[in-house]
């Protein structure tokens, strides 16, 4: 099974930038959807962006299309989120999430991002 562990949160003022990173092991990597999903206090947690395993297909929910960026680096088993012109509504716990295509979904442990001034 893959182990996933996210690293890149942290504090950011509102209109700055921040580059998740999500390293995965234990498995193989390039099989797998990756995901990144986030949970603000209070709210379900919603999916932010996703990459086909061989990094071709991507998708990018309406509040962060043109802002936020999926890649993958299956040489080195990670993935990564960039995210750009941050605002306050973005701070959330994030997670990188795995999915393979039957059904077996593994999740990271999330990071924290808080925008704010």
């Known amino acids: 099974q893959v182990q996933l562990v996210e690293s890149g949160g942290g504090l950011v003022q509102p209109g700055g930038s921040l580059r998740l990173s999500c390293a995965a092991s234990g498995s193989i990597f390039r099989i797998y959807t990756m995901g990144w999903y986030r949970q603000a206090p209070g709210k379900q947690r919603e999916l932010l962006a996703a990459?086909?395993?061989?990094?071709?297909?991507?998708y990018y929910a309406d509040s962060v299309k043109g802002r936020f960026s999926i890649s993958r680096d299956n040489a080195k088993s990670t993935a990564y989120l960039q995210m750009n012109s941050l605002k306050p509504e973005d701070t959330a716990v994030y997670y990188c999430?795995?999915?393979?295509?039957?059904?077996?979904?593994?999740w990271g442990q999330g990071t924290q991002v808080t925008v704010s001034s």
């Open positions: 999430n795995a999915h393979r295509r039957d059904g077996f979904d593994s």
């Open positions: 990459i086909s395993s061989g990094g071709s297909t991507n």
